[in-house]
């Protein structure tokens, strides 16, 4: 099958791309740095491409897309997270964060659409972040939010066409991206589970692959809870990263 990547010079997206890869697919990995995207086709040099751009630029993402040709399965997972410090409250990074996840993604998919082939999967990474109102991620759990109801309008409009559509949220992953934090993140995985739960969700069709379970599952059950009980158990969460 041929799979392209956003996101695969490191992380999730990368981890993806390398098992892809050694299973036998061909694999196209995306991202704008050259130097990690051409690390991660030097494993497996027969099965990988990489091409270089930066999803925000609309006619460079078209450009690199078409030149893929056909795709069955794409993968989103290109990313952005910037906590906001309310006592400074910057605009900024709302459009920042936005500008990657949401709008980048956007470009992506219009890229795509064309190149799909028949039974296709468009695979759109969230985060389960998206389900409750936590401490300092409003442009973050926003946009991935926003994605969210995005895919999942895509999945009815897109159906007709054969593209299945499927979500990826995942809770916390040991990437840089999470490296960053400084905060406990309870049940943290590494990124070989990451790429085998994504990957085991997309040959089974899921709509929606959250893992790992427990914590999905609690943060599901916490979302279904009335507005004021989740914004007073965040309120505890943001105490306790406060101490
Ligand atoms: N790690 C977690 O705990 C976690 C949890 C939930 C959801 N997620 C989501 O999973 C996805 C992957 O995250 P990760 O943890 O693997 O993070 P990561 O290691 O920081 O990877 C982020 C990737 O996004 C690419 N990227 C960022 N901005 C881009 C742009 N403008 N154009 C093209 N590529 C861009 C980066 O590539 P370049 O720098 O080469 O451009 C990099 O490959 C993200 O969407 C993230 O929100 C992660």
Redo the contacts with the bound molecule.
């Keep these: 099958m041929k799979v392209l990547i ?10 993806l791309a390398l098992d892809y890869a050694s299973d036998g697919h061909q694999v196209t990995v ?5 130097d ?2 051409s690390e991660v086709k030097s494993q497996y040099p027969d099965k990988i491409t990489c091409s ?6 609309k006619n460079s993402t078209k450009d690199a897309v078409t030149k893929v040709g056909n795709v069955d399965i794409a993968i ?6 910037e906590y906001l410090d309310v006592k400074d409250f910057d605009a900024g990074m709302f459009e920042r964060v936005f ?3 949401v709008f ?1 993604t956007m470009n992506c998919i219009e890229a795509l659409l064309p190149q799909f082939n028949h039974s296709a999967h468009l695979v759109i ?5 998206r389900l409750l109102p936590f401490t300092k991620a409003e442009a ?1 759990g926003g946009s ?1 939010a926003a994605m969210h109801y995005i895919a999942r309008s895509l999945e009815v409009d897109l159906k007709p066409k054969g593209i299945k559509v499927q979500t ?11 490296d960053a934090n400084d905060f406990e ?1 309870p049940m ?1 995985v590494d ?1 070989e589970f ?1 790429s085998q739960a994504i990957i085991n969700g997309i040959k089974k069709n899921k709509r929606d692959i959250a893992f790992p379970w427990l914590f999905s599952t609690l943060l599901k059950l916490m979302s279904i809870l009335p507005e004021s009980i989740q914004v007073k158990l965040s309120e505890q969460m943001a105490r306790k990263q406060s101490k």
């Design positions: 956003t996101g695969a010079s490191s992380g999730i997206g990368r981890q995306c991202g704008r740095n050259n990690a995207l270089a751009f930066d999803i925000t630029d989103l997972c290109a990313g952005l997270c500008k990657v996840n980048g990474v969230d985060s389960l972040a973050y991935k990826v949220s995942p809770g916390f992953v040991k990437t840089p991206m999470t993140m943290r990124v990451a």
